[in-house]
């Protein structure tokens, strides 16, 4: 059974960081390219960031591209998005996603506000 949780956000003020967590069980996350995606009120979801299996390649929207840094540590199952310099339009609900895994969790709400 595929468990996805996302954790690690809440209310920060602009120039703030974040560190979101993404634990997951039942399927082998280490083979897996991650994905960070994010949705913004009455927007459609968008990607932010991707991490290949190995953590060999990253890429990165060019919206956060120079703030937000992913990475993983397979030896735990866990995947994170260091987010620095944060701006009010990065508020957003944030979603970790993997290739082939059809399986979405509940995300962890992240608000930008002063």
């Known amino acids: 059974q595929v468990q996805l949780v996302e954790s690690g956000g809440g209310l920060v003020q602009p120039g703030g960081s974040l560190r979101l967590s993404c634990v997951v069980s039942g399927f082998t996350f280490s083979t897996k390219v991650m994905t960070w995606y994010r949705q913004a009120p009455g927007k459609e979801r968008e990607w932010v960031a991707r991490i290949s299996s190995a953590s060999s390649s990253t890429n990165y929207a060019d919206s956060v591209k120079g703030r937000f840094t992913i990475s993983r540590d397979n030896a735990k199952n866990v995947g994170y998005l260091q987010m620095n310099s944060l701006k009010p339009e990065d508020t957003a609900v944030y979603y970790c996603?993997?290739?082939?895994?059809?399986?979405w969790g509940q995300g962890t709400q992240v608000v930008v506000s002063s």
């Open positions: 996603k993997f290739r082939n895994v059809d399986y």
